[in-house]
């Protein structure tokens, strides 16, 4: 298979009535010359990796190297626990594990990037805070890591996942789409509704900048986490419900592209526009690295 | 071709997959091209590397990935110390290197016997990197699957000569460049293969007449 179009995935795994993680593992496997088992047992290690993530990254006291960042997830958490959090548990504990994730790439910590270090969170928290509420089995989790991957590779492949290349959009935005895709398949979607779930998932967070202050995964990276993985619960909600895009995944990810390349280098991941040139954000570099 | 693994992964140090992820993988691969262990390295940013390396520690990342280490080793954070204790000494230059992707680095490496070579890369999201030149010869090499560095004599033929060999042996190749300086002069294969190739096959191809040298480089 090409994994040049999301629409070709999908009309597959229907035309063969399995679900798209199967197909993809699948195909992986016979492209790789290997066995499926093997496969599965990689993507295994990184689900580990992505747990060990998610409680490194939940220390109180624990600072980026910067020193700009930190304890963001731990107040989350606490939030969560007294039932302060407005949007109840699920979202609650979403945006702690996008959060901590985040944090730990921010403090130079092993992580997982998906697709990238920046939006590292937002799969993760998706995928570990769905299976907890629901006790979805460890394999299933494995397997919908194949789906995400899938979507992921489509938008690697037709657009970009660089930040440099295609903006913030091109990072959390095809992270989101993701693990909005892997959490449709998770909860009993179709094949289809996760490839609206990428599409509704990806639209909402078309035009999004990389702009990070003094060049550093942190500001406002982390946070944008929380938001990606909030924006894949709002996408996979719809799509669950039957909510259709009007706009087809693949059009939407052309669409993304054309977007980063009309974008101005300065919001590209130079730390020249956006947010890195406000007062504050100049005042936070100089604060760094003194100039 | 992307794989699952090249979006579930890599598993790595952050801070950024491509500002420090690719770049220790762009080290590590100036490393193996050179061969031998690295006693100084030029390090020249290009783009948002030029801009960035210093917020996204990858200055650090190249410096480990030349050192030899994985994108998971988590040495990467004092990499500059490890440099010092190993005998790598390390310069940093920023550049606008023309026409080249936003996340490039050029290498200078030398050895201690005087060897020398320079090499440059790409980071293009996701850790996964494109090795651009080497010397001065355009090449094209992700570094996911065996490599063959074949420099030759610009002679008629010579794509023949070493193809054959490579399919006597049932070598598949699946990515192929050919590059010279002049015609005449020196030109240089670059042969991407599945799986592994023996040493014993490279002997062959060295032993073939105007073939100036052969190397594996192993996938990173």
Known sequence: ?291 | MLQVFDIIGPIMIGPSSSHTAGAVRIGKYARSILGTVPVSALIRFSGSFAKTYKGHGTDKAIVAGILGMETDDERIRISLEVAKEEGLAYTFEETEIDGAHPNTAEIFLKDADGSEILVQGASIGGGNIIINKINNTVVSISGKSDTLIIPHEDVPGMIAVVTKILAEHSVNIHGFSLCRDHKGGIAVMTIEIDGGIDESINQVILSQPHILASTILKAI
Do not use: W
């Open chain 1, 1 to 291: 298979m090409k994994y040049d179009s999301l629409a070709d995935l999908v009309l597959q795994a229907e035309n063969e009535n399995i679900p798209l993680c199967k197909l993809i593992l699948r195909d992986q496997a016979q492209q790789a010359e290997t066995e499926e088992k093997v496969l599965f047992e990689n993507m295994k290690r990184s689900l580990i990796v992505m747990r060990e993530s998610v409680e490194s990254g939940l220390d109180a006291n624990k600072r980026s190297a910067s020193g700009l960042t930190g304890g963001d997830a731990f107040k989350m958490r606490e939030a969560v626990n007294a039932n302060k959090n407005i949007c109840g548990r699920i979202f609650g504990e979403a945006m702690v594990k996008a959060l901590a994730v985040s944090q730990t790439n921010a403090c130079m910590g092993r992580i997982v990037a998906a697709p990238t270090a920046g939006s590292c969170g937002i799969l993760p928290a998706a995928l570990l805070t769905i299976s907890d509420d629901r006790n979805i089995s460890e394999d299933d989790v494995v397997m919908s890591l194949f789906t995400a991957s899938a979507v992921g590779m489509v938008i690697a492949n037709k657009a970009s996942i660089a930040g440099a290349e295609g903006g913030c959009q091109a990072e959390c935005g095809a992270a989101s789409a993701m693990a909005a895709s892997a959490l449709v398949e998770l909860c009993g979607g179709t094949p289809k509704q996760s490839e609206h779930a990428c599409a509704i998932a990806l639209k909402n967070i078309l035009g999004l900048v990389c702009d990070p202050v003094a060049g550093l995964v942190e500001i406002p990276c982390i946070k944008r986490n929380a938001m990606g993985v909030a924006n894949a619960f709002v996408a996979a909600e719809l799509a669950l419900a039957g909510v259709e895009s009007a706009i087809p995944a693949d059009e939407v990810i052309y669409a993304m592209k054309k977007i980063g390349e009309a974008m101005s280098p300065a919001l590209k991941e130079t730390a020249e526009g956006g947010l890195a040139a406000t007062p504050t954000g100049k005042k936070l570099c100089e604060k760094v690295f003194g100039h």
